[in-house]
């Protein structure tokens, strides 16, 4: 079993910046994939960024150049720093972990606003 605790949602105004972690704990050996998924309202869950255990990460569209993905394997911690916010980044971002891999986990969400 996986549980995650994001933090470091809230309101910023655009332009603004925000920083998401998410820690991972509980039993498992090893923590392979980590990434960040964002969820507007009446959109479908899509992908933010994604950071495998060596380090190699990817990226949305609409994410590079603005956010960056890291991860700290010591705490099974990975954050999202998000920078130049804009009023389109507005949705619930949930953490997700893959451990051992065959467990696939998500964390519970956290709200990101930012007003124009």
């Known amino acids: 079993q996986v549980q995650l605790v994001e933090s470091g949602g809230g309101l910023v105004q655009a332009g603004g910046s925000l920083r998401l972690s998410c820690a991972a704990s509980?039993?498992?050996?090893?923590?392979?994939?980590m990434g960040w998924y964002r969820q507007a309202p009446g959109k479908q869950r899509e992908l933010v960024a994604h950071i495998i255990s060596g380090g190699s990460t990817n990226y949305a569209d609409s994410a590079k150049g603005r956010f960056t993905i890291s991860r700290d394997n010591a705490k099974n911690t990975v954050y999202l720093q998000m920078n130049t916010l804009i009023p389109e980044d507005s949705a619930v971002y949930y953490c997700?972990?893959?451990?051992?891999?065959?467990?696939?986990?998500w964390g519970q969400g956290t709200q990101v606003t930012v007003s124009s």
């Open positions: 997700y972990v893959r451990a051992d891999w065959t467990l696939n986990c």
């Open positions: 509980g039993s498992f050996f090893s923590i392979n994939d």
